[in-house]
T-cell receptor
Framework: KAGVTQTPRYLIKTRGQQVTLSCSPI?????VSWYQQTPGQGLQFLFE???????NKGNFPGRFSGRQFSNSRSEMNVSTLELGDSALYLC?????????????FGPGTRLTVL | AQRVTQPEKLLSVFKGAPVELKCNYS??????LFWYVQYSRQRLQLLLR??SRESIKGFTADLNKGETSFHLKKPFAQEEDSAMYYC???????????FGRGTSLIVHP
């Protein structure tokens, strides 16, 4: 079974731009969660999608948004990028959703905002 | 608000020594607690969860509600245990996890 894949793996953007990250879950998994990982704040939950619906949302500004497609692939969008958005963005998929059901993580997308 | 504290950023031990990675949480209800591990150049993965009460790779963790702790322990550390360890909490009725900042464990030969 193929694992969770994320594209692109690395991205460099400038302040004010927007960016879209993609996550393909393990086949059969209907839940995709997104996390931001930074040295200062650690791992923080962004949001979770289950069957194309956002089920949970962390404490991030509205510039961070996402969606999920019928094939369970998910995209995350960040608009009006700020320097502080530089981070490793991880997605994780699971059958039932949430960390209460075992999540499988992708390799991450490293976003650098200049 | 719920919080997870891992007081040590770095823990360095020798092979064969006991290891304890500390995790303290603040939450008044009944939490679910997890330990995640990330080995070098590998993906973040679940190590264990308190409700399963199992030992994984020789690691155990007991939820102590009185001390609000969920420390991860292993009696004899191995070099392959060197990794980044994250403690995570899920509060009752919430599906939004809170993670600690992580502890880097280095096991010297």
């Amino acid at each position: 079974k193929a694992g969770v894949t994320q594209t692109p793996r690395y991205l460099i953007k400038t302040r004010g731009q927007q960016v879209t990250l993609s996550c393909s879950p393990i086949s059969g998994h209907r839940s995709v969660s997104w996390y931001q990982q930074t040295p200062g704040q650690g791992l923080q939950f962004l949001f979770e999608y289950f069957s194309e619906t956002q089920r949970n949302k962390g404490n991030f500004p509205g510039r961070f948004s996402g969606r999920q497609f019928s094939n369970s692939r998910s995209e995350m969008n960040v608009s009006t990028l700020e320097l502080g958005d530089s981070a490793l963005y991880l997605c994780a998929s699971s059958l039932g959703g949430g960390i209460q059901n075992e999540q499988f993580f992708g390799p991450g997308t490293r976003l650098t905002v200049l | 608000a719920q919080r997870v504290t891992q007081p040590e950023k770095l823990l360095s031990v020798f092979k064969g020594a006991p290891v304890e990675l500390k995790c303290n949480y603040s939450y008044s209800g009944s939490p679910e607690l997890f330990w995640y591990v990330q080995y070098s150049r590998q993906r973040l993965q679940l190590l264990l969860r308190h409700i399963s009460r199992e030992s994984i790779k020789g690691f155990t963790a007991d939820l102590n509600k009185g001390e609000t702790s969920f420390h991860l322990k292993k009696p004899f550390a191995q070099e392959e245990d060197s990794a980044m360890y994250y403690c995570a909490l899920l509060s009752g009725g919430s599906y939004i996890p809170t993670f600690g900042r992580g502890t880097s464990l280095i096991v010297h030969p």
